[in-house]
């Protein structure tokens, strides 16, 4: 179940959680204590995160499905996407071991969508809460996440004063519908992000020609590719040449993009098949519906291209 993004709806009919800024992941743990996890598009990423293995000590011998999202943190405690980009990318054992000592990760827990033998998804989201807290006690590697009822405005003001990514706001009587965008679940960012798709990039100048000085971003609308700008501010070598060796691969001899791409002179351009999903953080649209002092912030392995849309600009203030 995903979320739509809108202004922050108040009142005794809704929940509040912390946004959390990691990867959102789907847990199983079955009776003889076997525990799977998967990425939002489906993907198994049990070895992955061995963290997740612990699990198995948290739900008294029962077969449950878990919500939720795989965080790192940083020197200050608080959720770091950034952080995390050290595992979400990794596949060979032992890089994984040295990873995980250098970079260790918790599991947040929000929502309870099986329980021994029974599935919870039809059951409303209180309802839910309440057999997850019964369930599933923290652990070294897991926690829950704290839920606020009625204080929706307090949160986000309290979450935007530690540079946090913002909240969810969660229908209380909602039912949980799997695979679905839903406006029972609404999330509020405290700063403008979003993710976009690679359909292209842009050389660099001077000793930087062979390598990356930009990325051509769009988004999905009523059946078009759009293109939204470029990329390059936050960029660094290593993950320059990680997306060198991934394009190489994918090259087009035409834009996928539907409207035109300015050249740049000087600039080379290549054309890429859109399938790579980054999280960009920028200022502001233009009019012409292109990013303003965008940043680079990660890759996004676990988000579908085809889903990729331009989220709603943030209305000024909630809304009763």
Do not use: C
Request: proline share 5%.
């Amino acid at each position: 179940m995903k979320a739509t993004s809108d202004r922050l709806p108040l009142g005794p009919g809704w929940a509040y959680e912390i946004k959390w800024d990691g990867m959102r992941a789907l847990t199983t743990v079955e009776p003889d204590g076997q525990v799977s996890a998967y990425s939002s598009r489906g993907n198994r990423i049990t070895t992955r995160f061995p963290e997740l293995r612990d699990l198995a000590n948290a739900t008294g011998g029962l077969a449950v499905a878990l919500d939720g999202e795989i965080v790192a943190l940083d020197d200050r405690g608080l959720p770091s996407f950034s952080r995390l980009q050290g595992r979400m990318h990794l596949d060979r054992a032992n890089d994984i071991a040295r990873q995980r000592l250098e970079i260790p990760v918790i599991y947040v827990v929000f929502d309870l969508l099986h329980l021994d033998g029974v599935d919870t998804v039809g059951l409303g989201y209180d309802q839910r809460r309440q057999l997850l807290e019964t369930l599933v006690e923290p652990g070294p590697t897991w926690q829950l996440a704290s839920v606020h009822h009625d204080r929706g405005a307090e949160l986000l003001a309290a979450v935007a004063e530690r540079g946090m990514e913002g909240i969810v706001a969660k229908q209380r009587t909602s039912t949980y519908k799997a695979g679905q965008r839903s406006h029972d679940w609404v999330k509020v960012k405290v700063r403008r992000r979003q993710e976009f798709v690679v359909g292209g990039w842009m050389s660099g100048e001077g000793a930087r020609a062979a390598t990356i000085g930009g990325l051509l971003v769009g988004y999905h609308a009523a059946g078009e590719f759009r293109f939204a700008g470029r990329v390059g501010s936050g960029l660094s070598d290593d993950t320059s040449r990680l997306l060198l060796d991934q394009f190489r691969s994918t090259e087009l001899k035409t834009s996928p993009f539907t409207d035109e791409v300015d050249s740049v002179r000087g600039r080379q351009i290549t054309f890429v098949e859109p399938a790579t999903v980054i999280e960009v953080e920028f200022g502001e649209w233009t009019p012409i519906g292109h990013l303003r002092h965008p940043v680079y912030v990660g890759r996004r392995a676990d988000v579908d291209p085809t889903e990729v849309i331009r989220e709603p600009d943030p209305a000024p203030g909630p809304q009763a």
